[in-house]
């Protein structure tokens, strides 16, 4: 564990949990002992937070030892107790959260958040019967923040620029999106190709982690842009690979956004068949957000950075009902940089069911899938592509292969029909990330990007 990370209070919380677990004869610190050690602390952020939704702090504290109190083993442990998977995953989640918040450490408040990810065990149970949810923390943390900003007004310092994250127009090409002035990714219009795309994509290091074309069939794949959307089944026609001269046609932009943390726009795209017949009308809508806190991309990138993409497509049959698939190309799809392949870099695939690769993910139902590998000496970054529950055919099973691309194939086992009347939505983030912890280890990578994918879903609920 790394104290630097943490608070004093927060460190005193962990050394707290960790006698309660002493004290009931625990081999292991459990996510109950780390409750017990926040409400040991008296005046602390969290203990805040819990006073405002009315908590009782010293019931809830005698309610949960006396639990614990019985099942304690007649003999104590030999050897000082260990954190367990459950507790380790709740200061993963703190450190994410503390990211999330822009906040400088892990703090008693981060800690209680972490808590709230876990559904079962006592800890789950108490917290539950007195009413503590996510969304009514992370309120009155607000609330506590707020007020507390109010009070230091005179020494704050100023705000970030308003203006850091754009969407800059590049009139008939596309549009370029820029931090600092740099360039995160360009959505391209597709004038010189079949339809619109983004390229490149830039991870933390200011690495490219996407490419065009298949490295070794450049030609046979040249339909592989980058990061893309379409479907090889509508109504029967060809609108993924060029040979078919179906194409999408980009109209027009309708909406600019720039802001101190993200920036969009919104196009308009039509489904054009090869004898000019329009199919599909398609508002998509693209957006990044880039953490306030977190220099431009470049090589003295943190291996904890990271960006979001997020891609929303509208899409509404042009006249009558149109049918997508069945088919495994479709909806989006994303071919990474020759160095994160499995084949070509010894990169890593890896899906929310912890399945490895090719072998074990290809055609499997997940409802994220991540594409890693080292892009340049001692730098391992990636795309996670997140796929959001209110899509067709969640969770999708994914296409992925060992050379490099992926896709979520949303119409594999079944079709799905537009209206011009009822739209289909489709949103996906596509994280842009770092290692995201000082150590490669596959169980904490995939809790912390677990962990962001449900800040995705809980977005997207308010």
């Excluded at 203990?47 to 639990?67: F, P, Y």
């Amino acid at each position: 564990m790394l104290w630097e990370r943490y608070t004093e209070r927060a460190r005193r919380v962990i050394l707290h949990a960790e006698d309660w677990a002493i004290r009931l004869k625990s081999p292991h610190i459990s996510s109950e002992h780390i409750l017990l050690g926040l409400l040991e602390e008296e005046d602390t952020l969290a203990v805040q937070v819990l006073k405002r939704l009315g908590v009782d702090i010293q019931r809830m504290k005698t309610e949960l030892e006396s639990q614990l109190q019985a099942a304690i083993p007649p003999h104590a442990p030999i050897g000082p107790p260990t954190l367990i998977a459950a507790a380790k995953k709740v200061l993963v989640i703190a450190a994410e959260e503390m990211k999330f918040m822009n906040d400088s450490h892990i703090d008693t408040a981060h800690l209680l958040l972490g808590l709230l990810w876990e559904k079962q065990g006592i800890a789950a149970e108490i917290l539950a019967k007195y009413g503590v949810c996510r969304k009514a923390v992370q309120q009155r943390l607000m609330e506590l923040k707020a007020e507390k900003a109010e009070e230091e007004q005179p020494l704050r310092k100023p705000t970030p620029f308003a203006f850091r994250v754009q969407a800059v127009p590049l009139g008939e090409e596309g549009v370029s999106f820029q931090v600092d002035g740099v360039e995160l990714t360009r959505y391209r219009t597709g004038r010189e190709a079949f339809r619109p795309y983004l390229f490149p994509v830039v991870g933390p290091s200011g690495r490219w982690l996407t490419r065009m074309g298949h490295p070794h069939d450049p030609h046979g794949h040249r339909h592989h842009y980058s990061v893309w959307l379409g479907c090889a089944q509508v109504n029967g026609l060809d609108f993924w690979t060029d040979e078919s001269g179906n194409r999408q046609v980009h109209r027009r932009f309708v909406e600019f956004g720039d802001g101190a943390e993200q920036a969009w726009c919104v196009a308009e795209i039509d489904w054009v068949t090869a004898d000019g017949r329009c199919v599909i009308h398609e508002r998509r809508k693209i957006a990044v957000f880039y953490p306030r806190n977190q220099p431009a991309p470049s090589k003295r990138a943190l291996y904890r950075d990271f960006w979001w993409l997020d891609i929303t497509s509208e899409l509404r049959a042009a006249e009558g009902t149109v049918t997508l698939g069945p088919t495994p190309f479709g909806l989006l799809g994303v071919r990474v940089a020759k160095p994160l392949s499995v084949r070509d870099g010894g990169g890593q695939i890896l899906n929310a069911n912890g399945q490895i690769n090719e072998e074990q993910a290809f055609a499997q139902p997940a409802a994220w899938c991540d594409y890693s590998g080292w892009v340049d000496e001692g730098v391992w970054e990636g795309i996670a592509v997140f796929d959001h529950p209110d899509n067709f055919g969640h969770p999708p099973a994914w296409h992925v292969r060992d050379d490099g691309w992926f896709c979520p194939s949303h119409f594999r086992h079944q079709a799905c029909e537009l209206s011009p009347d009822t739209p289909k939505v489709f949103r996906y983030r596509l994280l842009v990330h770092g290692k995201m912890h000082d150590k490669i280890d596959r169980a904490i990578f995939q809790a912390i990007v677990e962990g962001l994918y449900r800040m995705f879903l809980k977005e997207a609920c308010e």
